[in-house]
């Protein structure tokens, strides 16, 4: 009896774990939202947070999965005793209810951060291709230029 209780603690433990791995996730879910808002996005700084996301993201899985294991072996006990667990099940339900909104306010979050990403991309599409074009004409025109210098003999009197 005393290892099911135990395992009710766990239960609960795990669903507190996922509530901070989902405020860590929401935090930098914002950051990035924050730099892709820039005029200049450091796509560098913005590709190690979505590799941070990652690391919560795996770690959540892996919550996920020992909760659902943890759970089929207890269900039957915490169906019988809801009166001595009322305050661990209430817990569960909170966190429950708060994991629920974080994954829904982190979705619209990447919703938007995916419209500004696209932007952001459109724009340094630009950028690239307005280099790429200047340095296109800098080129024509230097090579212009050299014609231009080297056919001036051409015109030049050669009697001395």
Do not use: C
Request: hydrophobic letters at 35%; zero cysteines.
């Amino acid at each position: 009896m005393e290892n099911k209780k135990e395992y009710v603690r766990i239960l609960v433990d795990a669903l507190k774990k996922k509530k901070t791995a989902l405020e860590h996730i929401k935090e930098l879910t914002g950051r990035q939202m924050t730099l892709l808002e820039q005029p200049r996005v450091d796509f560098e700084a913005f590709d190690m947070m979505i590799e941070e996301k990652k690391i919560y993201l795996d770690d959540i899985k892996k919550m996920d999965d020992g909760f659902v294991v943890t759970f089929e072996k207890i269900k039957g006990y915490m169906a019988d005793n809801k009166q001595q667990l009322a305050q661990e099940i209430q817990s569960m339900q909170e966190n429950i209810k708060d994991i629920t909104g974080l994954a829904m306010e982190i979705e619209a979050m990447e919703q938007r951060n995916r419209k500004t990403f696209e932007i952001a991309m459109s724009r340094e599409r630009k950028e690239i291709k307005m280099r790429r074009k200047s340095k296109e004409s800098a080129s024509k025109y230097y090579q212009n230029f050299m014609k231009a210098t080297s056919s001036e003999s051409f015109y030049m009197d050669k009697k001395k």
